[in-house]
């Protein structure tokens, strides 16, 4: 019976962590710095039906060429968080009520050229008056993070996208698209990838898959990338898939990369 009951907490805790972002809605959820600015705003709203009390700190990571983040004991001599000051730290926040987070920079001088970055990181803390039902009590802490960049002496990303190959999802047996993209210079590209589809038979570009706010940062050279199509679109004749990495935000006006990847019949009967 106690084992039951710790898998029932433990499962609840997954389900709970999975809901952060349902009670808590934070804008924007990236933020990047020119180098002439000094401060940078967060707007936090508790959407829940309970008042909830919230921290603010700062958490370090590092970015994986497949996607996600490492979390990292301790600052590196790329972090932002050093020369930043945020405030409030923490806030308790009534159902519906929203709060202005404000982070404060404070570059040293002769700051060298290159990009900095911490990630703002929102925690949910356990109400106080939340009894456990029974002796064994989990305390959670939900939290969610944002990243923070700071560009000195910016310059546009460089990237090429270096393969591309149609596969089949293992798990649902659909055809996906697996991309290999490789940045190149100091500074982090933001966009979307998309895929557009041209039959033999059309010259209409139909668009079958995308995924947003894609960020290759400094420390990944190549990032590994899986494109899901659409739901409702299918890969069922020979053709071509064109794929483009264009800019979102500061980079709106750039379109980082381009690819062309032939759809023969073979490759359709994966």
């Known amino acids: 019976m106690l084992k039951k009951i710790i898998f029932m907490l433990l499962l ?14 934070i804008s924007p959820t990236r933020i990047s710095i020119d180098e002439r600015e000094r401060t940078a705003k967060v707007t936090v709203i508790n959407t829940s039906k309970e008042t909830k009390t919230y921290r603010v ?22 972090s932002l968080s050093p020369m930043t000051r945020i405030s409030p730290k923490q806030m ?16 040293p001088k002769g700051l060298a050229s290159g990009e900095y ?57 659909r055809l996906e698209f697996a991309l290999t993209l490789k940045r190149e210079t100091a500074f982090s590209s933001y966009g979307k ?36 199509l659409f739901n409702g679109k299918n890969l069922n004749k020979p053709g071509t898939v064109i794929f483009k990495y264009t800019g ?8 980082f990369a381009e690819y062309t990847l032939p759809i023969t019949t073979s490759m359709l009967k994966l």
């Open 12 to 25: 609840g805790c997954v389900l709970l962590s999975q809901s952060v972002m349902a009670n808590l809605l």
């Open 57 to 78: 700190i700062w958490s370090e990571k590092q970015s994986t060429p497949t996607g996600g983040y490492l979390t990292l004991p301790t600052t590196t001599e790329t």
């Open 92 to 107: 308790q926040l009534a159902p519906g009520e929203k709060q202005t987070v404000k982070v404060a920079i404070r570059k």
């Open 117 to 173: 970055r911490s990630h703002l990181l929102f925690q949910a803390l356990p109400n106080e008056s939340t009894k456990a039902a029974s002796s064994i009590k989990i305390n959670m802490i939900m939290s969610y993070s944002i990243p923070v960049v700071l560009r000195v002496n910016r310059e546009s990303p460089v990237v090429a996208i270096e393969r591309a190959q149609l596969a089949k999802n293992q798990n649902n047996q």
């Open 193 to 228: 990838l998309t895929a557009y589809f041209k039959s033999d038979t059309s010259a209409a570009l139909e668009k079958i898959a995308e995924i947003g706010n894609l960020s290759i940062y400094p420390e990944v050279k190549k990032a590994d990338v899986t494109l899901s």
């Open 248 to 255: 979102e935000d500061e980079y709106s006006d750039i379109n």
